[in-house]
């Protein structure tokens, strides 16, 4: 079956110092991956999608990485900063997929 | 207004009682979600309604729980005899058909139920 993992345990970092988040995911083709935002309380909110056959995508201190030989996406968000804080979930979809599962997520704690 | 829209915000119910949901997408929107998510969990599909489409119940977990839209508008989620399990955030996104650019989905900020 379909299986995404995400590391459960929550990533401390200090402000300033690059965050890095991964996502595996076995079973699956994506043709391409989305990362999503999510803070308690609330609903998700849409970051970045990359494509498979796009190795590397930027937006501002976000880059994210996709690497279909190991299974495998990257989020790194740089200069870290307290309201980075939050939970970071990947959702690998496949191209004739509409329905976009996603993985547990792990938390992100930037301490000042 | 400019997002989705869910109500009620929070519901606390007494066990075996009914409860429905609500869910308003953006405008325009024709594609419709339900999520589960439990305490700690990470979302659970439930159901897919695209346009005037069958709807894909395939996540649905037991005959318990139904929905229904409204052409592309209203949605509503109904969970009827409701178990303790049931307690959990409801969650509501909208996609545009074919997903825009991105396919991201936009979600509302969920329903939080309690079942006592």
């Known amino acids: 079956s379909q299986k995404i993992e995400q590391n459960s345990e929550a990533l401390n970092i200090q402000e300033g110092k690059t965050a890095t988040l991964t996502c595996n995911y076995t079973n699956y083709s994506p043709a391409y991956l989305q990362w999503y935002r999510q803070d308690p309380g609330r609903g998700p909110v849409f970051l970045l999608l990359i494509r498979e056959n796009e190795k590397e995508k930027r937006k501002e201190r976000l880059k994210v990485t996709f690497d279909t030989t190991l299974k495998q996406s990257l989020f790194h968000i740089t200069a870290s900063q307290p309201a980075d804080s939050a939970t970071y979930l990947c959702?690998?979809?496949?191209?004739?997929?509409?329905?976009?599962?996603f993985g547990r997520g792990t938390s992100l704690i930037v301490h000042p | 207004g400019a997002g989705v829209s869910q109500s009620p915000s929070n519901k606390v119910t007494e066990k075996g009682k009914d409860v429905e949901l609500r869910c308003d997408p953006i405008s325009g929107h024709t594609a419709l979600y339900w999520y589960r998510q439990r305490l700690g969990q990470g979302l659970e599909f439930l159901i897919y309604?695209?346009?005037?489409?069958?709807?894909?119940k395939s996540g649905l977990p037991s005959d318990r729980f139904s929905a229904e839209r409204t052409g592309e508008s209203v949605s509503t989620l109904t969970i009827q005899r409701t178990q303790q399990e049931d307690s959990a955030v409801y969650l509501c996104a909208s996609s545009l058909r074919t997903g825009g650019a991105t396919g991201e989905l936009f979600f509302g900020e969920g329903s939080r139920l309690t079942v006592l």
């Open positions: 959702a690998p979809r496949s191209g004739g997929s509409y329905i976009p599962t």
């Open positions: 309604f695209q346009g005037n489409s069958a709807p894909d």
